[in-house]
């Protein structure tokens, strides 16, 4: 009953190898497949800049820190994905 009610708030599960995480949209989905392809479609338009990463949400946060350096305020993020 516990997996019935679960499947149905999630209902697209990813198929990787020893994976099965349930999403509640296929955006989702698609998103969370790139941590097992590598896949990185967004990318950086700043001048000399060439990363990439597998969100927007991720391209956003990369480019603030552009901005940042840009007017003189030098910040380190300390978190465990070292955005830089």
């Known amino acids: 009953m516990n997996d ?7 209902p ?3 198929d990787h190898v020893n994976c099965g995480k349930g999403f509640k949209t296929g955006g989702q989905l698609a ?3 790139r ?3 590598g896949e990185k479609p967004y990318s950086c338009d700043v001048a ?7 969100t927007k949400s991720q391209l956003i946060h990369h480019k603030k ?3 940042v ?4 305020l030098v910040r ?3 978190n465990h994905r070292n955005y830089q």
Do not use: P
């Open 65 to 67: 820190l552009h901005t």
């Open 12 to 14: 697209y599960i990813c």
């Open 48 to 54: 000399d800049c060439v990363r990439t990463f597998a």
């Open 69 to 72: 350096r840009s007017k003189g």
């Open 35 to 37: 941590i097992h392809t």
């Open 31 to 33: 998103s969370h497949i």
């Open 4 to 10: 019935l009610m679960n499947y149905s708030e999630r």
């Open 76 to 78: 380190r993020y300390t």
